[in-house]
């Protein structure tokens, strides 16, 4: 519909151009016959332009107006006689062009969206603080401080005996309990005449063995109703003048298991002394 509205107007435009150029002038024709011929005004001839599409402007409704036109009278044709008829005049109806009288067609221009470019938002940038040169630690070794160690009391000395006694082995003994041993030297010599105590439950049974030649002693309780009763003895080398002991004491405990030749009872101790 718009462009149907488009050519119209330009039909128009160029209507109004071939009516400017082809405006017809009078005929004039001379003949016999004294009075004037009418002549028809040939009507105009309208040729359709195909233009490209165009804006269209806001065209009006044209209507058609009907003018008489007088036929011209020739300036060399004799007057015609008094009671020559007038020649009738003959009306033409020339079409006004559609748009006539409108004035030339205008193009609104149609509105479109405008729009306004913004400057691009420029976020202000962090500003970066000038580095600070921080001085790196300082360490200061220190001395390492020196605990002092506890200090001990003095050793308490042990007045030096001059014997050392040693428990040996046990042997089995079905006959009864013993006690035995050797008395020697740091070279091994055997020590005659050294008394050896031994203590029956920390009870002392008559004078204490004294060792022989060989460095040997013994304290038998053989025969007895007790011998194979499980006793407890306490053995020491001792002064035969005054008693005192003069080695360390040798504990031991007897039993009455497994006493056949061969077993493992406790009836027979054996218990030696080295003099320091």
Same mark, same amino acid.
């Given at each position: 519909? /718009?462009?149907?509205?488009?050519?119209?107007?330009?039909?128009?435009?160029?209507?109004?151009?071939?009516?400017?150029?082809?405006?017809?002038?009078?005929?004039?024709?001379?003949?016999?016959?004294?009075?004037?011929?009418?002549?028809?005004?040939?009507?105009?001839? /309208?040729?359709?332009?195909?233009?490209?599409?165009?804006?269209?402007?806001?065209?009006?409704?044209?209507?058609?107006?009907?003018?008489?036109?007088?036929?011209?009278? !020739?300036?060399?044709? !004799?007057?015609?006689?008094?009671?020559?008829?007038?020649?009738?005049?003959?009306?033409?109806?020339?079409?006004?062009?559609?748009?006539?009288?409108?004035?030339?067609?205008?193009?609104?221009?149609?509105?479109?969206?405008?729009?306004?470019?913004?400057? !691009?938002?420029?976020?202000?940038?962090?500003?970066?603080?000038?580095?600070?040169?921080?001085?790196? !630690?300082?360490?200061?070794?220190?001395?390492?401080?020196?605990?002092?160690?506890?200090?001990?009391?003095?050793?308490?000395?042990?007045?030096?005996?001059?014997?050392?006694?040693?428990?040996?082995?046990?042997?089995?003994?079905?006959?009864?309990?013993?006690?035995?041993?050797?008395?020697?030297?740091?070279?091994?010599?055997?020590?005659?005449?050294?008394?050896?105590?031994?203590?029956?439950?920390?009870?002392?049974?008559?004078?204490?063995?004294?060792?022989?030649?060989?460095?040997?002693?013994?304290?038998?309780?053989?025969?007895?109703?007790?011998?194979?009763?499980?006793?407890?003895?306490?053995?020491?080398?001792?002064?035969?003048?005054?008693?005192?002991?003069?080695?360390?004491?040798?504990?031991?405990?007897?039993?009455?298991?497994?006493?056949?030749?061969?077993?493992?009872?406790?009836?027979?101790?054996?218990?030696?002394?080295?003099?320091?």
């Amino acid at each position: 519909m /718009f462009r149907g509205k488009v050519e119209a107007v330009v039909v128009l435009l160029l209507v109004l151009m071939a009516l400017g150029a082809c405006t017809p002038e009078p005929l004039i024709t001379t003949g016999p016959d004294p009075r004037a011929t009418g002549t028809r005004t040939p009507k105009p001839t /309208f040729t359709t332009v195909a233009l490209l599409p165009s804006v269209p402007p806001t065209s009006p409704t044209a209507t058609a107006t009907r003018t008489r036109t007088p036929s011209p009278t !020739p300036d060399d044709t !004799p007057t015609p006689e008094e009671d020559a008829p007038t020649p009738e005049e003959e009306s033409t109806e020339v079409p006004t062009p559609l748009g006539a009288g409108l004035g030339t067609p205008t193009r609104s221009p149609t509105p479109r969206a405008t729009s306004t470019a913004q400057p !691009p938002t420029v976020e202000p940038s962090a500003t970066r603080a000038p580095p600070t040169n921080t001085p790196p !630690p300082t360490f200061t070794l220190s001395p390492p401080t020196e605990t002092p160690s506890p200090t001990l009391p003095p050793a308490t000395s042990t007045p030096s005996q001059p014997f050392m006694g040693t428990f040996v082995a046990w042997e089995p003994n079905c006959a009864g309990t013993q006690i035995k041993g050797r008395v020697t030297d740091g070279a091994g010599n055997p020590l005659g005449g050294v008394p050896v105590r031994v203590l029956i439950f920390n009870q002392q049974f008559g004078g204490p063995p004294v060792t022989n030649g060989a460095g040997e002693y013994e304290l038998n309780r053989f025969g007895t109703s007790d011998s194979m009763t499980p006793t407890d003895y306490s053995v020491a080398v001792v002064d035969g003048s005054t008693g005192a002991v003069l080695s360390n004491v040798i504990n031991v405990s007897t039993d009455s298991n497994n006493c056949s030749p061969g077993g493992n009872g406790h009836q027979i101790a054996i218990i030696n002394f080295v003099r320091n």
